[in-house]
C-alpha cells in the first residue's frame, strides 16, 4: 500500500484549531481568512491553522499561495498544509509533463499562467516534451516543488482526523492510502455501516473527520464528518471551522466583495 507521506499526531489538541478549505490559488481570500483568524484566536494561546489540501488549480495565483506557505504566519499561529489531489497531480506534471495532462484540463492551466507560463497560441502546451519539460522546471521554483513533496497527507489530534478528502471505509485507519486520503469520496462515510473497518476505528477512538475536497454551498457538519471545502473558486467564499475542545464547531468565512467577514455557526448545516 502506498504511504509515502507523512500522517501526523497530536497527543493533545491546542486550544484552537482552524481547518481551512480548499484554497485553490485565492490568495486574497487566504490572507484575508488567515488574518481573521489571528484576531479571532488572539489570547487563548498558540492557535494551529491547518489546510486541508488544493492549495492550487483553478484559481489565479497558486504560485502565490506557495509563496506564503513558505512564509511565517501571524503571531500566535501555527501553519500547516496537508496535500490534497491536486497537489498530487501538480507533482506528476512536474515529473511527466505532457501537452495533454488531464491536471491542465482541471485548473493546471491557470496554475502554470500564475507562473508567468502562456500556452502557444497555435499549439496550447502541446509542445515537445523536452521543450514543455525545459519551461516548467525553469519557471516553477525548486522551493514549490519540495514543499509540495514534503507535505503531510493527514493530521489526528484529539477527537478529529483531517485529511483532504476521506476514507476507504472497507480498509482500517492504518492502512489508508495516500490515495484514499487525498482522492476518496468523504460522502462514503455517510453510508458506510458501523461495522466497516474505518468506522469501527473512528468510533473506537472517537474520532470525527474534517476534510475537503468536494465543493458545497455551505459547511457541513455531520455525524461523521465535517466538510470544509465551499469552492471558493466559483462561489468567492473560503471557510474554516475552529475546534476547541468542549466547545461546538464554529464557523468562520470570508467572501470576496464582502464589507465584513462573517463567523457564525448558523453558517454550519447539519446532515
Not at 509515502?4 to 489538541?13: D, G, I, K, S, V
Not at 478549505?21 to 488567515?34: I, K, R, S, T
Not at 505532457?98 to 508567468?116: I, K, N
Not at 458506510?192 to 473512528?202: E, N, Y
Request: proline letters at 9%; glycine letters at 10%; aromatic letters at 6%.
Amino acid at each position: 500500500m502506498t504511504q509515502h507521506r507523512r500522517r501526523l499526531m497530536l497527543p493533545e489538541a491546542p486550544a484552537r484549531t482552524y481547518v481551512v478549505g480548499d484554497v485553490h490559488g485565492c490568495l486574497d481570500l487566504f490572507d484575508a481568512l488567515e488574518a481573521r483568524i489571528s484576531v479571532h484566536a488572539a489570547g487563548d494561546g498558540p492557535a494551529l491553522l491547518v489546510l486541508v489540501g488544493d492549495l492550487v488549480d483553478r484559481g489565479p495565483n497558486s504560485a502565490g499561495v506557495l509563496d506564503r506557505m513558505q512564509e511565517a504566519p501571524p503571531p500566535g499561529l501555527h501553519r500547516l498544509a496537508l496535500a490534497g489531489n491536486h497537489e498530487a497531480m501538480f507533482l506528476d506534471f512536474l515529473d511527466h509533463p505532457r501537452g495533454d495532462a488531464p491536471w491542465l484540463f482541471h485548473g493546471g492551466a491557470e496554475t502554470l499562467g500564475s507562473y508567468g507560463l502562456r500556452p502557444d497560441p497555435l499549439r496550447g502546451y502541446n509542445l515537445p516534451t523536452r521543450q514543455l519539460r525545459h519551461m516548467v522546471q525553469a519557471t516553477v521554483p525548486e522551493s514549490h516543488r519540495f514543499f509540495l513533496e514534503t507535505m503531510p497527507v493527514s493530521l489526528r489530534l484529539p477527537g478529529y482526523l483531517i485529511c483532504h478528502a476521506g476514507l476507504n471505509p472497507a480498509r482500517p485507519l492504518a492502512q489508508q492510502t495516500d490515495q484514499d486520503l487525498m482522492w476518496s469520496d468523504p460522502g462514503a462515510l455517510d453510508l458506510a455501516p458501523d461495522a466497516a473497518p474505518a468506522i469501527a476505528d473512528m468510533t473506537a477512538h472517537g474520532l470525527k473527520m474534517v476534510h475537503g475536497h468536494v465543493p458545497q454551498f455551505r459547511i457541513g457538519l455531520h455525524n461523521r464528518r465535517i466538510a470544509v471545502d465551499t469552492g471558493v473558486y466559483g462561489s468567492g467564499v473560503l471557510s474554516a471551522v475552529c475546534l476547541r475542545p468542549g466547545h461546538p464547531p464554529e464557523i468562520l468565512q470570508v467572501a470576496r466583495g464582502a464589507s465584513s467577514a462573517r463567523s457564525s455557526a448558523s453558517w454550519a448545516r447539519s446532515a
